[in-house]
């Protein structure tokens, strides 16, 4: 495939749940290399939109193709056809998905967790995946945790071996869907920290997320979307300091006030402390 | 004050370690009192009434054909309806949740049927089924004598017959009707299992590319054993006790049925009731000994 090709390219994405539509025609191009933050209101459709890349959703009208393939069906002469279970399993391999929610597999350790896509779906001989997980885990700062249950982790270490879990794939392309939402704000960095490495190494991402900072500062293109529709998209310094339309400068405006209003909260209970 | 200072470590003003004045239990000695006589006059009928017969107790639990019949009819027979069960009864589980509704109608009609009918009633049943297959139940080609019969041919596409009596009686008769009836019981069992695993991680699964079978298998179902463990213990416990219906197919090597007809020839009907009852306990001990250590193994990951 040419270099020119996007990875990723959706086009006019409509998603109907029974009667709702909440995606009302994406158009999106993601490059090689590149890292989009996907911005928006609670309830705008990012979460939909990336379940519907990954096929966790199915598309209701319009159409993803990921490195030039369309994805979910195939063309053939002129008609579309559902793919077969295996080929959506392989299609799914490529692309990395970290939850809000982590959704690491509880009844395994950190390690195991990594393990098991690679040796069970790729076949990789289970050593060489040992060893290649423990890397990864490396990567992600948590070396010593490794024969460690979810359980025993906390959910910024449990985020990181998410990460790594996704990694282990050698995915072409990392789809995030709020990952430091689910942390309590100490923990927020660690992840953070790992997705700004992950991204300067050159992976394709796609980040949704509330953290202003990390859009400014690691996104090459920030999107802003509201009531499942694209509402503008450009340069983070573009979107972020001079948005265009009035609902991002709405949207801006709140969660730098409830930012504020965290930070008020905390130096707040810091002087209740002190007392 | 004056109390304050009893209870704290001496002389400091802030309280202590506690040393409190647990509440009584008056009661408790009085429930203790009662099943103590009971146990005595327990012990007293178990001791002094000849109707025990305690030497021919032991003496029928150690007959060949008793032992026999505990290995084969009891143990054998449960191990393997039970094997067979849960394995039918995950897969008519995953045929109930599938998308596909031809599985979902078969698994919901064949749950139907066996939860209706007794297990007795389905092990006489099945002992006396050779009466629908005269001919004996034979594996070819289906409706072959209308094939042939068309196209003007002569003999059959048969390649084994079997004797439909012989089939269904006897060992392979015992574990058919056990696992047939109990399958219907574990789908139940293992479909609320299923369910009770976090959507989640099916999608964390086949976010990682691994196929449905694939996250059933490593993902969901050793997730779900732990809510399908303890009453899979308790259909074990019943199994184990149903063998004592196998006679109804006829099986004869097995043990209740070994140890009545020794009742009947000696005459000592009840002491071999009581060798019987002994063996149920023995075994269902070992059992929950079994079932406590599987419990904590698939416990793994749950609580650090
Ligand atoms: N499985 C579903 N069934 C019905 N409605 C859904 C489902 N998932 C999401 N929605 C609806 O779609 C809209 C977009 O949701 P979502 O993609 O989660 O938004 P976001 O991630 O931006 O908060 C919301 O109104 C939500 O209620
Ligand atoms: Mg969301």
Known sequence: MSEQQPLVRAVNVIKDFGATRVLHGIDLEVHRGEVVCLLGP??????????????????????????????????????????????????RSRIGMVFQRFNLFPHMTALENVVEAPVHVRGVRPSRAREEARRLLDLVGLAERADFYPSQLSGGQQQRVAIARALAMEPELMLFDEPTSALDPELVGEVLAVMRDLARDGMTMVV?????????????????????????????????????HERTQAFLARVRREEQAAEERISAELEQLGE | MSEQSSTGSAGTERPGLIDAVPVRHPWRWVAVAVIAVLVAMLVNLLVRNPAWNWPFVL??????????????????????????GVAGGVLLAVMRLSDNPVL?????????????????????????????????????????????????????????????????????????GLAASEAAYMAEIARSGILSVDRGQTEAAQALGMPRRLTMRRIV??????????PTGNELVAMLKDTSLLVGIPLTIEMFFQLQSIGSR??????????????YLIITSVLMAGQAWLERRFGRG???
């Open chain 2, 266 to 279: 000696t005459y000592q009907t009840f002491p071999v009731l009581v060798a019987a009852t002994l063996y």
């Open chain 1, 208 to 244: 949704v997320t509330h953290e202003m900072s990390f859009a400014r500062e690691v996104a090459d293109r920030v999107v802003f979307m509201d009531a499942g529709v694209v509402v503008e998209e450009g340069a983070p310094e573009q979107v972020l300091r001079r948005p265009r």
């Open chain 2, 104 to 176: 979902r109608g078969v698994a919901w009609v064949y749950t139907w049927f066996f939860r209706a009918v007794p297990r007795y009633v389905l092990l006489v049943t099945l002992g006396a089924i050779g009466v629908l297959f005269p001919d004996g139940i034979s594996l070819g080609v289906p409706f072959d004598w209308v094939i042939i019969d068309a196209l003007g041919l002569q003999g059959d596409w048969r390649f084994l017959t079997l004797d439909a009596n012989q089939l269904f009686t006897g060992l392979f008769g015992a574990v058919f």
């Open chain 2, 221 to 230: 179902l050793p997730q779900a054993m732990r809510v399908i463990l303890p």
């Open chain 2, 302 to 304: 749950v609580r650090a």
């Open chain 2, 59 to 84: 003496e029928a639990m150690n007959q060949t054909p008793v032992i026999r019949g505990l290995f084969f009819g009891t143990l054998l027979c449960t191990a393997l309806g039970m094997a067979f």
């Open chain 1, 42 to 91: 609670s309830g705008s459709g990012k979460t939909t939109f990336l379940r519907l890349i990954n096929q966790l959703e199915s598309l209701t009208g319009g159409r993803i193709w990921v490195d030039g393939e369309l994805i979910g069906f195939e063309e053939r002469r002129g008609r579309l056809h559902v793919r077969k279970d295996a080929d959506i399993a392989r299609q």
